[in-house]
């Protein structure tokens, strides 16, 4: 089997207006700093990239790339010239079996999401090959469900709380709260809610490097003597800062999570030589793809750390992407993170575009059973937000 074409669909998805000002929000830096909007791009909306890889036989497997300049820092546009012009060249005349050499050739520095895109449509092409699931090949099914975690935007602490109470009543059991601004109100947005989500839930906040070491130290011991029960906090510096993460993590009881500090296999080693971390968060757009994402997991494994898999965002083949990832990885918590899901539809086929998406069944989703990433996409619903001309 040799690979003949590599090509990119780029989507527009338009997206509700944030629910919430950011004016007093409790994160400082994420969507206050780094807006996404711009003359181009007036209002919110979110851009994918679906990367196809096409064989001789006709099989063809299909990924996406989940760009943002206020994330990832890659564009729509800088990732479809990646891949078009750069990294989708390098595979034809290629046996896609071959993955690992192949995810070798496009390891270029940096364009992780677009070297996601390439990593997820190699593994949906090899499944296919194969008559086998992604879940699979990446190790087994030891879990067919996905705990489902929601992201909580910042803001004031009756709000977060009623938005937790929302995502309770459809099933969901994880949440994670965005903080980041000043420790004392941030602990009361904590407390709040706890109370509105009870002892059993999960949750998780996420400073978004909104913090210098010694306020997220005060933030931890106030979130801990009010007992409000924190699974970990998330970043809580600035992402270069190994060290403030490490100072912060042995001055406080809370677990650490590293998510801005940790996007190669390079970050998750460091992270754990420098001690700077109790968990880190893995992201396919961040690893640059599936391969990455189980090399960092064993590397958290072997270093006795846990990982989370966190929210890239994604239209379809990344949703069962991580579902798969989450199946055939033991050192990922129960909880994976899917903000997504509330903000728009996805773009596959039945069952899937009903499968996964809300609403969840026991708070769960499904991991797809067919063969490669198990999921088809909906032409009429790519062709519906394909971005034309491309950018
Ligand atoms: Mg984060």
């Known amino acids: ?69 206020g994330f990832f820092g890659q564009t729509l546009e800088e990732a479809q010239a990646a891949v078009d012009d750069y990294l989708g060249p390098q595979l034809i005349g290629h046996d896609p079996l071959d993955r690992e050499d192949l995810l070798w050739r496009i390891d270029y520095r940096g364009n992780t999401v677009a070297k996601a ?7 949906d092409l090899v499944g296919l090959a194969l008559g086998t699931t992604v879940s699979v090949l990446l190790g087994g099914r030891a879990r067919t469900r996905v705990p489902v975690a929601v992201e909580i935007a910042g803001g004031p602490a009756a709000a977060m709380a009623e938005a937790c109470r929302t995502w309770l009543a459809q099933g969901v059991r994880a949440f994670k709260a965005k903080i980041g601004g000043d420790p004392r109100q941030d602990a009361d947005r904590l407390r709040a809610i706890r109370d509105a989500i009870g002892p059993q839930a999960s949750l998780r906040a996420d400073a978004n490097q909104g913090y ?10 106030l979130a801990e003597r009010a007992e409000v029960g924190l699974e970990l906090l998330e970043q809580p510096v600035a992402a270069w800062d190994l060290a403030g993460l490490a100072f912060v993590r042995r001055a406080v009881d809370t677990p650490i999570e590293a998510d801005e500090s940790c996007y190669s296999t390079h970050d998750a080693l460091q992270l754990i030589r420098h001690e700077a971390v109790d968990v880190l968060n893995v992201k396919l757009g961040k690893a640059g793809g599936l391969l990455r994402a189980k090399q960092i997991a064993a590397l958290a494994a072997a270093a006795g750390r846990r990982c989370v898999l966190g929210t890239s965002y994604g239209c379809g083949p990344e949703l069962a992407a991580k579902a798969h990832l989450f199946a055939a990885t033991p050192a990922v918590t129960e909880a994976v993170e899917f903000t997504e899901l509330g903000l728009h539809q996805n773009v596959l086929q039945p069952p899937h575009q009903a499968g996964l998406a809300l609403p969840l069944e026991d708070g769960c989703l499904p991991v797809p059973s067919g063969p490669g990433l198990g999921v088809q996409l909906d032409a009429q619903l790519v062709e519906r937000y394909r971005l034309t001309p491309p950018p």
């Open 212 to 221: 210098d070491p010694k306020e997220a130290i005060q933030l931890c011991r």
């Open 1 to 69: 089997m040799k690979i003949t074409a590599v090509t990119t669909v780029p989507l527009r998805i338009p997206v509700a207006p944030p629910p919430y000002s950011t004016a007093g929000a409790g994160t400082k830096l994420e969507w206050g700093r780094l807006g996404r909007l711009s003359p181009k791009r007036p209002t919110p909306l979110l851009e994918y990239l679906l990367v196809q890889i096409d064989t001789d036989t006709g099989l063809r497997g299909v990924g996406e790339a989940t760009v943002d300049i």
């Open 117 to 123: 895109g390439i990593d997820l449509a190699l593994h």
